[in-house]
């Protein structure tokens, strides 16, 4: 099942914006300067879309409640009219106008969280084309300060929030693509932050992922650098401070990272995607914030990303990789002696380009199975798992054109898991329902 949304869908989020405990959508409509809400059934469909003005060239959108009055409301990012779109939902699935908010120029990515402790909901947004950030503090009614601005580094595009240093004041990081660095932002828990701390990164940071990599229960980062084919262990003080960066060697083109526990020691690991040469690389902990020199798997053509997971119920993480250019997924399961058994690689046809996957189980028989977003034949394949860890032939349903992410979820309570499907070219997204 698709449903219309406007001209080319830019980001999604998920809530009950009409409290009938039913999951709804909002869709960021970037080239028509709306948003999409589509209320939920309950049953795995949606009404049609209901649309709401922006500002200019609306590019990332976020969810909560900003007047606490238990209905959620929405905070879109407007690239190109440099302002935050506030808009106040009634719990009935309708949304009051919007109420725009200066923020920096080019806003790229919108967080929501509560910067100064007051159990109101404040606004952090990355202004890419003016190097900041802009914090705007919640008033609880809806209504918000004036922004706070503080600099970052170069052209900064993702933004997270955690706590660095454990005072229990969020604090802000951001990667900075234009001048190669990591920008952290120390919250004084009053709304305000500290002065920017950079951390020089190599060259073209492409992925970062998070963990406590020495067991010190301190927030650590780890970085993948496409340029020069490393990643880059940064080990955190816990007091918003990081170490200088400890570079390992990966294959080449390092495109996507993850982290976990691959020989069950307790101790995380590290995994790579490697675009270039095709393989994929995997760096095993010693706990003590160090890691062992690579360990290297053949995949298929362009792995482009990486997850992991338990496939065989043996308590050990295996891992999928997916491959852009081969129109596969491969499948690689943990063995007990460190390593992972040769990839198992499922076929998505000719022309297909896998350009994402998940992973459930689809047919409530306690094995892990697969579904990929199959851009160039627009379809989702879906690979039901054997409990003899091979996977059955793939079964192919039809979307719109380029389906480009897919994702799953359980929308109408059966228990049964559903799909959904964001279609590039048709702006629109798909929903398939479980039976």
């Known amino acids: 099942m698709s449903y219309a949304t406007s001209f080319w869908p830019r980001s999604v989020a998920v809530g009950d914006f009409n409290n009938d405990i039913r999951l709804d959508i909002v869709v960021a409509n970037q080239y028509d300067n709306t948003i999409s809400v589509l209320l939920g059934y309950g049953n795995g469909s949606f009404a049609n879309q209901t649309k709401y003005s922006t500002g200019n060239t609306p590019f990332s959108v976020a969810v909560g409640d900003f007047n606490n009055d238990t209905h959620l409301d929405i905070v879109v990012a407007n ?3 440099n302002t935050v779109s506030v808009l106040l939902g009634y719990g009935n699935g309708s949304f009051a106008n919007q109420i725009k908010y200066s923020t920096g120029s080019g806003g790229v990515s919108v967080a929501v969280g509560d910067f100064n402790n007051d159990t109101h909901l404040d606004i952090v947004v990355v202004n890419q084309l003016d190097n900041t950030v802009s914090v705007l503090l919640g008033y609880g009614n809806g209504s918000f300060a004036n922004q706070m601005i503080y600099p970052t580094g170069s052209s900064p595009w993702p933004v997270a929030i955690d706590d660095f240093n ?5 604090d802000i990081v951001v990667a900075n693509w234009g001048d190669n660095t990591i920008t952290v932002l120390l919250g004084y828990g009053n709304g305000s932050f500290a002065n920017q701390t950079r951390y020089l990164t190599d060259s073209e940071p492409r992925s970062v992922a998070v963990g406590d990599f020495n067991n010190d229960t301190r927030l650590d980062i780890v970085v993948a650098y496409y340029g020069n084919n490393t990643v880059s262990v940064l080990l955190g003080y816990g007091n918003g401070s990081f170490a200088n960066e400890t570079k390992y060697s990966t294959g080449s083109g390092p495109q ?5 526990d691959f020989n069950n020691d307790n101790r995380l690991d590290i995994v790579v995607a490697n675009w270039n040469d095709n393989t994929m690389s995997v760096l095993l902990g010693y706990g003590n914030g160090f890691f062992a020199n690579q360990m ?6 362009s792995p482009s990303s990486v997850a992991v997971g338990d496939f065989n119920n043996d308590t050990r993480l295996d891992v999928v ?3 852009l250019n081969e129109k596969s997924v491969s499948v690689y399961l943990g063995y007990p002696n460190e390593g992972f058994l040769n990839q198992m690689r499922l076929i998505t046809g000719n022309g297909s380009r896998p350009k994402s996957f998940a992973i459930g189980d689809f047919n409530n028989d306690g094995q892990t199975d697969i579904v990929v977003a199959n851009s160039g034949t627009n379809n989702v394949g879906i690979f039901l798992k054997y409990d003899n860890d091979s996977f059955a032939s793939q079964v192919t349903y039809s979307t719109d054109s380029s389906p480009w992410a897919v ?3 359980d929308f109408n309570n059966d228990t049964i898991l559903d799909i959904v499907v964001a279609n590039h070219d048709n702006d629109n997204v798909g929903i398939f329902r479980g039976w």
């Open 79 to 81: 690239a190109n009219d």
């Open 166 to 170: 454990n005072d229990t004041h969020l």
């Open 256 to 260: 996507f990272v993850a982290v976990g």
């Open 296 to 301: 290297t798997y053949s995949t298929g053509i």
């Open 321 to 323: 990789v997916a491959n």
């Open 407 to 409: 994702a799953i979820g």
